[in-house]
């Protein structure tokens, strides 16, 4: 590597908005077409011994208080951060798909936890350098193919978790706003778009903290 960083870059938004079909087209087009190292990493990640348990909370075969499952879903991050950091350190950029802004919107909507004390549990972690919120009415994303098969996948929760996102999250210099209602391909280019712009400001600089 030639001593500059690699960018982390987070999709973020509701249930079935494309987030994980849009982060595999980007990844691919950094590998081959910008020809740059890059991963592509799901959160929360269902292998290790957090997300194994966060996956029977989510199918709805375990219980836990909204307390527990925010401090797990974050735990769930930590667990990788060093990882993370080097990655990012050895010149690698990450894909996220999903982050702690899922974190904080989900228990604040879903669970109707303080969004201070939600906010705590995932300070400390790298910020990313672009979030690209994809945007979809939570009416559309429930036509969606399986749709509600997940415990948060209900359309009451889907429409406050985006307000959160729009009124509370939505607010920083580094979050662009896709909207996941046009077609998948342009969907995919205004991504491109906002990561080329993204690529030259950012990787001289440090990449900050949450929050
Ligand atoms: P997924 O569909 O992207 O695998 O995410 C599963 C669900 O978990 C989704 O409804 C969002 C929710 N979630 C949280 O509640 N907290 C979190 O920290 C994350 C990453 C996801
Ligand atoms: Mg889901």
Request: hydrophobic share 40%.
């Amino acid at each position: 590597m030639n001593g500059t960083r690699g960018t982390l870059i987070a999709f973020e938004g509701g249930d079935r908005a494309g987030k994980s079909t849009q982060a595999k087209q980007a990844l691919q087009w950094i590998r081959e077409t910008l020809r740059e190292p890059a991963v592509l990493w799901h959160f929360p990640n269902r292998h290790s011994a957090t997300g194994r348990l966060l996956d029977t909370y989510l199918s709805g075969s375990t219980e836990l208080t909204g307390q527990v499952a925010h401090l797990l879903f974050a735990a769930n991050r930590w667990e990788r951060v060093e990882e993370l950091w080097q990655l990012l350190d050895s010149g690698s950029h990450v894909i996220l798909d999903r982050y702690a802004y899922s974190g904080v919107a989900f228990s604040v909507a879903a669970r109707g936890l303080d969004p201070e004390w939600c906010l705590a549990a995932d300070r400390g972690l790298p910020s990313p350098d672009l979030v690209l919120f994809l945007d979809l009415d939570p009416q559309l994303a429930s036509k969606r193919g399986n749709f509600g098969e997940e415990r948060y996948e209900q359309l009451v929760i889907q429409q406050r978790v985006r307000q959160f996102f729009l009124d509370r999250l939505f607010q920083s210099e580094n979050w662009v706003r896709i909207s996941a209602e046009q077609p998948p391909d342009q969907v995919q280019l205004q991504c491109r778009r906002a990561i080329t712009e993204m690529l030259p400001r950012v990787r001289s600089l440090p990449l900050k903290l949450l929050w």
